[in-house]
């Protein structure tokens, strides 16, 4: 009965051992409870082969100061761009305003950040958005969803043959999904498109149209430079909190919100070294930094 009532708390199945012990039984689960001890840890991945257990520690930084502006802590299955409404949440409002100028906020951020809703939020707030998305995949070789020309607004997709299909609606995942069927079979370019029996089709998510301006915006070069010139000031920062012993590489609490204490505690340590290197200082007509 302990052991039930332990399951349904945890909402994981629970077994007792032979020594009377509980433990978690083995096997795959959706947001599976991995221990005992500390309940909210969860399997993560750095990548595909590369995994980890425990918490993921996510920060915003200021590239021009390099001062931490924002932290949380989640569990290690916690997708990375899930977080940025917490992280961007001095710059985010929750309504539409006028589009920002050139002086306005920009959002850096690497392809784990490359989420459609999170490029919607930002696009539709006039936010300029710097966050780089993954080019879609070209799988076994065959032609990439960028090799197709997408029409939303007349919900067609033209396949490099220059065949054109109806975007047919969908529930679920996908907005909607491009059939091309029988026109495939006779294609000279099939081998270079598909080896499916029923002809290649193209998927549309929720956030297709964000997604591919987000693409053809990152090919820009003046985007790329910005780009390159900003990510390394927030890698750098990221090694910085890593370095030490007591670093964010390993928590040492338990509990989301008392490891998400720690971490906060660590980047206002950073931010103060940062600050005493800036020369930041207090005069009668308020805080300066050197050289300022």
């Known amino acids: ?3 039930q009532l332990l399951a349904t708390v945890l909402g994981q199945d629970i077994t007792e051992d032979a020594d009377g012990r509980f433990v978690i039984v083995r096997g795959t689960a959706t947001d599976r409870v991995i221990s005992t001890v500390d309940t909210e840890t969860r399997h ?7 995994g980890f257990d425990g918490y993921k520690a996510h920060i915003a930084v200021d590239p021009d100061s390099e001062i931490i502006t924002a932290t949380t802590v989640t569990p290690g299955n916690t997708g990375d761009a899930d977080t940025a409404e917490e992280l961007l949440a001095d710059i985010l409002p ?4 006028a589009e920002a100028g050139d002086g306005g906020p920009a959002v850096f951020g690497d392809a784990a950040y490359g989420a459609g809703e999170l490029l919607k939020r930002l696009d539709d707030n006039g936010i300029r958005n710097l966050i780089k998305v993954q080019p879609s995949p ?13 029409d939303l607004n007349s ?3 033209t396949c490099p043959a220059g065949v054109t299909a109806v975007i047919a609606a969908r529930t679920g995942r996908h907005a909607g999904i491009a059939y091309f069927g029988d026109a495939c079979a006779a294609c000279p370019l099939r081998p270079q498109c598909t080896a499916a029996s029923g002809g290649r ?7 297709e ?3 591919a301006t987000a693409r053809q915006r990152q090919h820009d070069p003046d985007w790329k430079s910005d780009y390159r010139a900003t990510r390394p000031k927030v890698e750098r920062k990221i090694g910085h909190l890593m370095r030490r012993r007591h670093g964010g590489r390993r928590a ?27 020369g930041i200082k207090y005069t009668t007509s308020g805080w300066t930094a050197a050289g300022a």
Not at 94 to 97: G, L, S, T, V
Not at 201 to 207: D, K, L, R, V, Y
């Open 1 to 3: 009965k302990a052991a």
């Open 44 to 50: 993560g991945h750095k990548t595909s082969a590369r």
């Open 94 to 97: 929750a309504e539409a305003e």
């Open 138 to 150: 070209s799988v076994k070789g065959h032609f990439s969803k960028d090799r197709f020309t997408i």
């Open 155 to 157: 919900r067609t997709v």
């Open 201 to 207: 089709t193209i998927t549309i998510g929720a956030h």
């Open 209 to 211: 149209e964000y997604l």
């Open 252 to 278: 040492r609490l338990r509990g989301q919100v008392k490891i998400g204490a720690d971490f906060g505690l660590l980047a206002a340590a950073h931010n103060l070294a940062r600050l005493a290197v800036l």
